[in-house]
């Protein structure tokens, strides 16, 4: 079967189209004798029966093992050129509770961007000393309950903020660890990274401002400057992006090491995956070593010290653990004339869309899908799979090959959902969060539990009933129905 005209050059038209690409799809997910997935040991159809789709599914012992994994490489890494390095997790990426748990187990820190973020790591128990602050506008309240709370360090992002984080932590009689967020002018993205002298961009301080910054944040004797932080961006692959802002730091590092201690240097995260069979980020223990054999070096040429180092990955840790289920509602082919040649694409309409997967919306992302209910020998057709929002925009995996029965009723996922899925999701119209389940040895978990139309409709403070218990008897005026009441049944 010749390649669909269609198809973008990236995508390879696959040999067996009911095949999981390892670096794509969750450690643990095969298909068993029947052909139905099983991820964590237990089948997709099971999952579906106990919690209806869509449906986030979380990996939880890869999620472990990748957060294992990214402390190892960067410990062994800075440990072989003489210094410490610690893992921050970017909750961002995607957070609750357990997951807060997890990443503790592992031997990680937690950052978290907002006093939401930091009350969800609180509520997991996370020592607060473990916590790490962002955010380019924290709110006073955000900043007293996080120096309150005793959080191990507040990256500072602006000057405005130095006064406001030290009177927060003279106010509970604290002397707060901070970092300075500084623009390195470094840019990167997948494979592309920019330098420039400046950056159009709302987070943190220009570089040249840093020794002024640091002198002010070390006239308050509330305040204990720890380093400076950048964070250069997202998805990359590759170490180069990462050693020209390492080398950029270490100047300005060097210089604020005469006025005063600096014991640490934070390189962000911004750790890139595959979503497609055509990405091949590098392996991270490569990445690790060729960013502290660059660090070391500068370190060496400005004959400093190498300081403890500290990263924050998020879509490296969650990214490739978690999936998502959807059901087939309906599908269409569309015919088009690429090139001359008449070509067609099949849309396949799913039961979510945008508003539980922003991203291909949001970044004209790409993501790979396959039907997990079943094998099929038909011919892979050229799949668009599509949401069910009233927007043409609604996609959630732009090209991809699946068998040509694709069916409604099929069950399809979705790979490398993890990060920044749940995170942004809406309730664009009026769709409840889709549920999220943890799978493991056989087991599976609810971590957070999707969202109904009651729940939605607890929040209109001019709703009479709650719709679904109301049924059709929304306009007579009887009594109101279990509003904000959680329902068994989570897809609705
Ligand atoms: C988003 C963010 C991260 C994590 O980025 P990933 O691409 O998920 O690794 C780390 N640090 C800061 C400051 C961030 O804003």
């Known amino acids: ?76 890494a800075f440990e072989r050129v003489g210094t410490a390095a610690e893992v921050y997790y970017a909750g961002k990426a995607f957070l609750s509770t357990d997951i807060a748990r997890w990443m503790t187990e592992a031997g990680l820190r937690i950052d978290v961007a ?92 220009a570089l040249g401002d840093a020794e002024r910054l640091v002198a002010d944040i070390r006239s308050h004797s509330s305040l204990e400057f720890v380093g400076l932080h950048c964070h250069i961006g997202s998805q990359i692959f590759g170490a180069d992006g990462f050693a020209e802002s390492a080398a950029r730091l270490v100047a300005v590092h060097a210089r604020l090491l005469a006025g005063g201690p600096v014991p640490e240097l934070n390189l962000g995260g911004g750790f890139g995956i595959a979503y497609t069979d055509a990405d091949r980020p590098d392996r991270i223990e490569d990445l690790a070593h060729r960013v502290a054999q660059v660090l070391a070096a500068e370190c060496e040429a400005a004959q400093i010290p190498l300081p403890t180092v500290a990263f924050e990955p998020g879509r490296y840790i969650v990214g490739p653990a978690g999936i998502t289920l959807y059901t087939v509602g309906t599908t269409k082919p569309v015919a088009l004339d690429a090139d001359g040649t008449a070509a067609q694409r099949l849309y396949v309409s799913v039961d979510g869309g945008m508003s539980d997967n922003a991203r291909t919306a949001l970044y ?70 889709p549920a999220v389940v943890a799978v493991r040895d056989g087991g599976s978990r609810m971590l957070v539990r999707g969202e109904t139309v009651d729940d939605l409709l607890a929040r209109d403070l001019g709703a009479r009933h709650s719709a679904v218990a109301a049924g059709t008897a929304a306009h007579d005026g009887g009594a109101p129905g279990p509003l904000g009441r959680s329902r068994r049944k989570e897809a609705l």
């Open 1 to 76: 079967m010749p390649d669909n005209p269609l198809a973008p050059a990236w995508l390879q038209l696959p040999v067996d189209a009911n095949a999981f690409a390892p670096q794509v799809w969750p450690a643990t997910l095969s298909r068993d004798a029947d052909g139905v997935a099983v991820i964590g040991g237990v089948r997709v159809d099971k999952l579906v029966a106990d919690y209806g789709t869509p449906l986030y599914v979380l990996d939880e012992e890869y999620v472990r093992s990748r957060a294992e994994r990214v402390r190892r490489s960067f410990t062994e």
């Open 114 to 205: 907002s006093g939401g973020e930091l009350a969800v790591a609180l509520a997991a128990g996370v020592d607060a000393s473990r916590l790490g602050f962002h955010g380019n506008n924290k709110s006073d309240d955000e900043l007293d309950r996080a120096v309150a709370a005793g959080v191990g360090t507040i990256v500072i992002d602006s000057e405005q903020e130095i006064a406001r984080v030290a009177s927060a932590a003279s106010t509970h009689g604290r002397r707060q660890r901070v970092r300075l967020r500084v623009r390195t002018g470094v840019h990167a993205h997948t494979h592309d990274f920019l330098a420039t002298a400046h950056e159009d961009q709302k987070f943190g301080v």
């Open 364 to 433: 004209g992302a790409d993501y790979s899908t396959r039907v997990l209910g079943r094998t099929s020998g038909a011919d892979p057709v050229l799949v668009r799979v599509a949401g069910k929002h009233c927007e043409s925009g609604d996609i959630v995996v732009n090209d991809d090959y699946l068998p040509g029965d694709v069916a409604p009723g099929d069950l399809l996922g979705v790979a490398a959902t993890g990060a920044y899925c749940w995170a942004l999701s809406s309730n664009y119209n009026y769709l409840a969060r």
